[in-house]
């Protein structure tokens, strides 16, 4: 038996899927991360879900923080950058800055998103037809546009902060 899919038919579940990437956090992660060593739960969802809605109340205005906390190694780092990535991909003009406890953190973070604003899978979501803040040059200068800042905020040994494990947004 000989299956064929109608003409146009993958192109448009891409496009589809792009179109829901740029406009769900949640979305937006598994489209990027997408055939990754990622593990994918409960936990990883939910935030997703609630990094979207801080995102919804900061463009409405509110003033607000978000504290992420969690054990090491359960992907707040890099939940922060992809949420970076998303909200530098939908409004350009929103200036972001990654604050951590040690500069190599913050360094390897900042390679990640440079690595992500680069990726072909980044630029099809952000620079198909009808993407929100896709004005050509904006995609070449977004990875310029993140401000980074590393910070220790408490004693450090083997690059672990000895009690604070968490990750802020907000507004001051």
Sequence with gaps: MNLRLPAGYVEGKAAQAQAEARESFWA????????TMMLWGWWVEL???ELQQFYQDFVAGRRLRLA?????????????????????G????????????????????????QRIFQSERYKRIFRSPGSVG???????????????????ISQHHGGRADHRHGTTLGRD
Excluded: C
Excluded at 28 to 35: A, E, I, Q, S, T
């Design 28 to 35: 937006f992660r598994r489209n990027l991360r997408y055939g």
């Design 47 to 49: 935030v997703a879900v």
């Design 134 to 152: 896709w004005d050509g040059l904006a995609m070449q200068q977004r990875a310029d546009r993140v401000r980074w800042a590393a910070r220790i």
């Design 90 to 113: 939908r409004n350009p003009d929103i200036k972001t800055i990654f604050a951590s406890y040690s500069a190599d953190l913050g360094e390897r973070a900042n390679r990640e998103l």
């Design 68 to 88: 992420l906390m969690a054990p090491p190694q359960h992907g707040k780092s890099l939940t922060a950058v992809d949420f970076i990535a998303w909200i530098s």
